[in-house]
């Protein structure tokens, strides 16, 4: 069965210093998808980035980079020189066959001035 | 682009009464829509796939009966709770599939369904 999970209930990271949010996923589907989302207290679920199964080079995308570890089944998101705006919750998400997603149960993110 | 639109943002209703939440494309086509339900301070759940034009694919141990799904167009679904109890109360969100060439879906902004 298909799973993502997220280690990290809780981070914090001080301003302007980059943060690892973990991510390990799970399938037997050689092609896959993986995306991280963002959700604001307000609700919304923002795409930050994503990173095809048979993508060569790690995505970035501005300040966030994902760093896909196909062999260990790891994406993690790595945002660099965070901001107060940063803090949300962070969500792990894999595409299934049928296109739609699984999400981990996120992290909670903290970005301190 | 890739924006979603949901509407209410936020509803509050009686025991009883039936409720419908709609999710809009505004930019792009969606061939396939999602139902996620999301319960506070935990992940999102799907709860339904909804292709243009024919039945909705509802997940194990989502009551098809009590959620409806309606995608009546390419920009347009709609879940409507029917007989809506307090255990209903949640936030919903949908999300759309532009189609061919992309993986990635694009979420509505909620609704925050209250029963009372």
């Known amino acids: 069965a298909q799973k993502i999970t997220q280690t990290q209930p809780g981070m914090f990271v001080q301003e302007k210093e980059a943060v690892t949010l973990d991510c390990t996923y799970d399938t037997s589907d050689p092609s896959y998808g993986l995306f991280w989302y963002k959700q604001p207290s307000s609700g919304e679920m923002i795409f930050l980035i994503y990173q095809g199964s048979y993508d060569q080079q790690n995505a970035t995308e501005g300040r966030y980079s994902l760093n896909f570890q196909k062999a260990r089944k790891s994406a993690n998101l790595v945002i660099s020189a965070s901001q107060l705006g940063d803090s949300a919750m962070y969500f792990c998400?894999?595409?299934?066959?049928?296109?739609?997603?699984?999400f981990g149960k996120g992290t909670k993110l903290s970005v301190k001035p | 682009g890739a924006v979603v639109s949901q509407h209410p943002s936020w509803v509050i209703c009686k025991s009883g009464t039936s409720v419908k939440i709609e999710c809009r494309s505004l930019?792009?086509?969606?061939?396939?829509m999602f139902w996620y339900r999301q319960f506070p301070k935990q992940s999102l759940m799907l709860m339904a796939t909804?292709?243009?034009?024919?039945?909705?694919?509802?997940e194990q141990g989502v009551e098809k009966d009590k959620f409806l799904i309606n995608h009546a167009s390419l920009t347009l679904s709609t879940l409507t709770v029917t007989s809506a109890h307090p255990e209903d109360s949640s936030f919903y969100i949908c999300?759309?599939?532009?189609?061919?060439?992309?993986?990635?879906?694009?979420f509505g902004p909620g609704t925050r369904l209250t029963v009372l």
């Open positions: 909804s292709n243009e034009g024919s039945k909705a694919t509802y």
């Open positions: 998400a894999m595409s299934k066959a049928q296109g739609n997603l699984i």
């Open positions: 999300s759309a599939l532009p189609g061919q060439g992309t993986d990635t879906q694009y």
């Open positions: 930019d792009f086509q969606a061939t396939t």
